[in-house]
């Protein structure tokens, strides 16, 4: 296993609502990454997280937020869901400020909105 | 065009047989090649780094043709626990270091 925890596991939301996901990074890591994964489709990279600052962005607009707290763990953050935010959200752990590029991914969160 | 694009699949092969996987990526500027295994409905689990020189982990071997931006990923003696998905994974370097996933190949190893 990775060492890294999603929490919750699944989840159900109607369309307008707000959701929160939350990661815990592998013991050591200082970067937390976000991905989207849609069913039949690879993860998408929505942000990353380092050192508790955001390092990087992907397509997604601004509705998608987050956080990384002190001891690395992070938060995604969705404001007004639509049917399309359906999908596995995953974080990946990983070390930043060194050479390696390799991530370690959590279970994921499964978000259904209805 | 996708960033990385990977063979449709799915692949229905017998156990023992070989197989082989191919992923080209569009970004010349791409330093770090993985490939990535994702059983259904779990997370993708790194398998491999993909290097220049070329790489193998008992039955898995992976290579790299920078110059065609091309990658493969070979399966030798395929075991029935082998069947998942298979993500060629591309990250373009820069400060996030994000990966980029391709579509997946789907393997079904039968008995």
């Known amino acids: 296993e990775t060492g890294v925890t999603q929490s919750p596991t699944h989840l159900i939301k109607t369309r307008g609502q707000q959701v929160t996901l939350r990661c815990s990074s592998q013991?050591?890591?200082?970067?937390v990454s976000w991905y989207q994964q849609a069913l039949g489709q690879g993860p998408q990279f929505i942000f990353q997280?380092?050192?508790?600052?955001?390092?990087g962005r992907g397509n997604f607009p601004p509705r998608f937020s987050g956080l990384q707290f002190p001891n690395y763990s992070s938060e995604l953050n969705v404001n007004a869901l639509e049917l399309d935010d359906s999908a596995l959200y995953l974080c990946?752990?990983?070390?930043?400020?060194?050479?390696?590029?390799?991530?370690?991914f959590g279970p994921g969160t499964r978000l259904t909105v209805t | 065009r996708k960033e990385v694009e990977q063979d449709p699949g799915p692949f229905n092969v017998p156990e023992g047989a070989t197989v082989a996987f191919n992923c080209t990526y569009s970004?010349?500027?791409?330093?770090?090649f993985f490939w990535y295994r994702q059983d259904c409905r779990k997370e993708p689990k790194l398998l491999m780094s993909?290097?220049?020189s070329g790489n193998e982990d008992g039955r898995f071997t992976a290579q790299l043709n920078r110059a065609s931006q091309y990658i493969s990923l070979l399966i030798r003696d395929s075991k029935l626990s082998d069947s998942a998905t298979y993500l060629c994974?591309?990250?373009?370097?820069?400060?996030?270091?994000?990966?980029?996933f391709g579509s997946g190949t789907q393997l079904t190893v039968l008995p």
């Open positions: 990946a752990s990983s070390l930043g400020g060194t050479s390696s590029y390799e991530q370690y």
């Open positions: 013991s050591g890591h200082n970067t």
């Open positions: 997280y380092y050192r508790e600052e955001e390092n």
């Open positions: 970004n010349s500027a791409s330093q770090s």
């Open positions: 993909v290097y220049s």
């Open positions: 994974v591309v990250n373009a370097g820069g400060s996030a270091r994000q990966l980029t």
